[in-house]
């Protein structure tokens, strides 16, 4: 065997490992939530955010990806592998508050964690808050 078929032979059989062993973005996977945020209530629900806490931290932290309206149309949305959730949508809207808390603040894949950026409880749930007014 000559060096160069030797090359590709290695370059090949590198290529086959690195896919068996890096899980690929998917768009159909399913997002499974822990059955304890499933499960977890709002304790801000119906609160009032008079100070646009929630909207506020939507501009600063989902706007760029999720969109103004979250129909997720971001100026960031076509660079990423991951499809973005419309949060105007059923499918998304009857997700539990305490699903939309676990995913905005644990994230997965190219949807960030916020659990150090979004420290306080309370500024979380009126985050959750916003989005569902995306709906309206």
């Given at each position: 065997?000559?060096?160069?078929?030797?090359?590709?032979?290695?370059?090949?059989?590198?290529?086959?490992?690195?896919?068996?062993?890096?899980?690929?973005?998917?768009?159909?996977?399913?997002w499974e939530v822990p059955a304890k945020y499933k499960?977890?209530?709002?304790?801000?629900a119906g609160v009032e955010d008079s100070e646009r806490?929630?909207?506020?931290?939507?501009?600063?932290?989902?706007?760029?990806?999720?969109?103004?309206?979250?129909?997720?149309?971001?100026?960031?949305?076509?660079?990423?592998?991951?499809?973005?959730?419309?949060?105007?949508?059923?499918?998304?809207?009857?997700?539990?508050?305490?699903?939309?808390?676990?995913?905005?603040?644990?994230?997965?894949?190219?949807?960030?964690?916020?659990?150090?950026?979004?420290?306080?409880?309370?500024?979380?749930?009126?985050?959750?808050?916003?989005?569902?007014?995306?709906?309206?």
């Amino acid at each position: 065997m000559n060096t160069r078929t030797l090359v590709i032979v290695l370059i090949g059989v590198a290529t086959l490992f690195l896919m068996a062993f890096i899980k690929p973005f998917s768009t159909s996977e399913s997002w499974e939530v822990p059955a304890k945020y499933k499960k977890m209530k709002n304790p801000y629900a119906g609160v009032e955010d008079s100070e646009r806490v929630g909207q506020t931290l939507y501009v600063v932290h989902c706007k760029s990806c999720h969109g103004k309206t979250g129909m997720g149309d971001g100026t960031k949305s076509k660079s990423l592998k991951t499809a973005i959730p419309n949060f105007t949508s059923e499918e998304f809207q009857c997700q539990t508050d305490g699903e939309l808390y676990y995913k905005t603040i644990f994230g997965r894949d190219e949807m960030p964690s916020y659990e150090k950026k979004i420290k306080d409880d309370e500024d979380r749930w009126l985050l959750v808050n916003y989005i569902r007014t995306l709906n309206k």
